[in-house]
């Protein structure tokens, strides 16, 4: 049974931090496998923030980014079994939405525009509510 779930959404003021988190388990990839953070605000679509290949070779450990959140926010694994992270700096009011982790067999290697698209995700979590103040 596939469970994905993340923790560590809060609620924080503009310019401050939080550290998301997504606990993994019985993904149906045998050796190598993305994972990625989407976020929904209030009223707009499901957007694609970052992804990273948890796999062997030259791409392990790649990660790409959203335009919207590049060089605020880090995706990160400590290791291919370990919990996935998403570290947010600088938030802003509009990074206000509920965060999902999501998990797909080689989604985040098809390439700038592709790589974040929700339907190359098979499995997710159910999500965590980040509120940030103005």
């Known amino acids: 049974q596939v469970q994905l779930s993340e923790s560590g959404g809060d609620s924080v003021q503009a310019g401050g931090s939080l550290r998301l988190s997504c606990l993994a388990s019985?993904?149906?990839?045998?050796?190598?496998?993305?994972l990625a953070w989407f976020r929904q605000a209030p009223g707009k679509e499901r957007e694609g923030l970052a992804t990273i290949y948890s796999g062997t070779g030259l791409a392990s450990g790649r990660t790409t980014y959203a335009d919207s959140v590049k060089g605020r926010f880090t995706i990160s694994q400590d290791n291919a079994q370990g919990p996935l992270y998403l570290q947010m700096d600088s938030l802003k009011p509009e990074d206000t939405a509920v965060y999902y982790c999501a998990a797909s067999r080689l989604t985040c290697l098809r390439g700038a525009g592709l790589d974040l698209e929700e339907s190359g995700y098979d499995h997710w979590g159910q999500g965590t509510q980040v509120t940030v103040s103005s």
């Open positions: 019985g993904l149906p990839y045998v050796s190598a496998y993305c």
